[in-house]
C-alpha cells in the first residue's frame, strides 16, 4: 500500500490535468495560474525554511567526524573527513555537496552465520544517486531555452555536449536516458532490499513516482509525440516575463507541467529540502576544533548556576541509595546508626 498509494496519486494528477487542460479555460488554469501559483508557494516555503533553520540555535560544536582529529603533533589528521579549521571546512563541504564524498564512504552491514557482522560497500548506491541528481541539474539547466531570448551559450554549449553521440532525430540526450535508468534504480533499491523497504514510507515514493512522471511526459513529448515548441515557448517565455500567452497545446504537455507544478508545490514541505539543508547542516559546516577552543553556551542564563553531578547527588542521594543507584560518595549513616556503634 505504501507503494501503490503514490503511484496512483501521481497518475491521478496526470489524468486531472490531462482532462482538465481538455475543458474551457483549462489551459489558462494549468498552464498560467498553477504554474504562477506553485512558484510562489515553493519559493517563500524554501525562504522560510531556510531563515527557520537559519535562527536555530547551534550552541555546541557537533560535527560528524570520519577520520582522526587534530590531537598530537605525532597523529596524522585527517583535515577534511574531520577538519578543525575553516579551509578544512570548505573543502569538507565542496566534496560533500559535488561528490557526496560522505556516500562514497557508507557501507552496508550483514549478519551471517557464526553469528557474524560483515561490512562491505554501497558504491552503487553512490554512483547512481550521483548520476540522478546531476542529469536532474543538467536537464533544468537545458530548459532555460524555452524562457530565454536569445538563448544563452552555457546552455547551448550543454544541449550540444549532451547530445554529442547524435543519436536518432531528434538528438538523443544522454541525460534524459540515464537519469530514467538513475530513478529507477532508486526505486528497486527501496522495493528489493529488505531493511530499505521496512523503513520506507509513502513519502519516500512520492517524490520518485512524481520524478519519474515528469521525466516520462518529458521524454514522450520530445521523442514520440508532437507538441508545437514554438507555442510551448511562447507560454514559458510569456511566464518568465508575467505576461502569458496560453496557445493550443497537446494536453500531454499541461499533465508535465502540472507534474512540475506539484513538484515545487512539495519540495518546501519535503526531505527534498536537503538541497538547501546541506549548506546548513552543524555536522558538516563546523569545524571540529572543541580540544583547541572552549565553547560556551551563549543562550545559558546567567542568573541560573549550574548543577554539577556532585552537588545533584548531595542533594538526592537518599533516593538514590534508595534505588541502588552507584553513588560517588557513600551515604552517611543515620544519627542512631552512630550512637549505636559508639556504644
Not at 544522454?174 to 527501496?190: E, G, N
Not at 559546516?285 to 560556551?296: F, G, K
Amino acid at each position: 500500500m505504501k507503494v501503490l498509494y503514490p503511484f496512483v496519486a501521481v497518475v491521478a494528477l496526470v489524468l486531472i490535468a490531462f482532462i482538465g487542460a481538455s475543458l474551457p479555460g483549462g489551459q489558462y488554469l494549468f498552464g498560467v495560474v498553477f504554474p504562477i501559483l506553485a512558484f510562489a508557494i515553493f519559493l517563500v516555503g524554501f525562504i522560510n525554511r531556510i531563515m527557520n533553520w537559519g535562527k536555530s540555535p547551534v550552541p555546541f560544536r557537533i560535527p560528524t567526524t570520519c577520520g582522526q582529529a587534530n590531537s598530537l603533533p605525532w597523529i596524522k589528521q585527517n583535515k577534511f573527513d574531520c577538519p578543525s579549521t575553516g579551509f578544512g571546512v570548505i573543502v569538507r563541504m565542496f566534496l560533500e555537496i559535488v561528490l557526496f564524498r560522505s556516500l562514497f564512504r557508507n557501507t552496508k552491514a550483514e549478519m551471517l552465520d557464526g553469528p557474524k557482522i560483515v561490512y562491505g560497500a554501497t558504491k552503487w548506491l553512490w554512483l547512481f544517486s550521483l548520476l540522478f541528481h546531476y542529469c536532474f541539474f543538467v536537464i533544468v539547466v537545458r530548459h532555460l531555452r524555452f524562457f530565454t531570448d536569445p538563448i544563452p551559450g552555457f546552455v547551448q554549449a550543454l544541449e550540444f555536449g549532451d547530445g554529442l553521440l547524435q543519436v536518432g532525430t531528434p538528438v538523443l540526450y544522454q541525460s534524459d536516458v540515464v537519469f530514467v535508468i538513475a530513478i529507477l534504480f532508486l526505486f528497486l533499491r527501496r522495493i528489493l532490499l529488505r531493511q530499505v523497504n521496512y523503513i520506507s514510507l509513502p513519502a519516500d515514493y512520492f517524490p520518485l513516482f512524481l520524478i519519474l512522471g515528469i521525466a516520462i511526459t518529458g521524454i514522450l513529448m520530445r521523442y514520440f509525440i508532437r507538441v508545437d515548441v514554438v507555442v510551448i515557448k511562447e507560454l514559458t517565455a510569456g511566464l518568465a516575463s508575467f505576461s502569458p500567452k496560453v496557445g493550443d497545446i497537446n494536453p500531454l504537455f499541461y499533465a508535465h507541467l502540472f507534474l512540475v507544478s506539484t513538484l515545487l508545490v512539495y519540495f518546501p514541505f519535503s526531505k527534498l529540502m536537503h538541497l538547501g539543508g546541506i549548506f546548513l547542516s552543524p555536522t558538516r559546516n563546523l569545524a571540529n576544533n572543541s580540544r583547541m577552543v572552549r565553547h560556551e553556551n551563549p543562550w545559558n542564563n546567567p542568573n541560573i548556576k549550574p548543577h554539577s553531578y556532585a552537588s545533584y547527588e548531595d542533594e538526592f542521594r537518599e533516593f538514590m541509595a534508595g534505588a541502588d543507584l552507584p553513588l560517588d560518595k557513600p551515604l552517611e549513616p543515620a544519627p542512631e546508626e552512630k550512637e549505636e556503634k559508639a556504644e
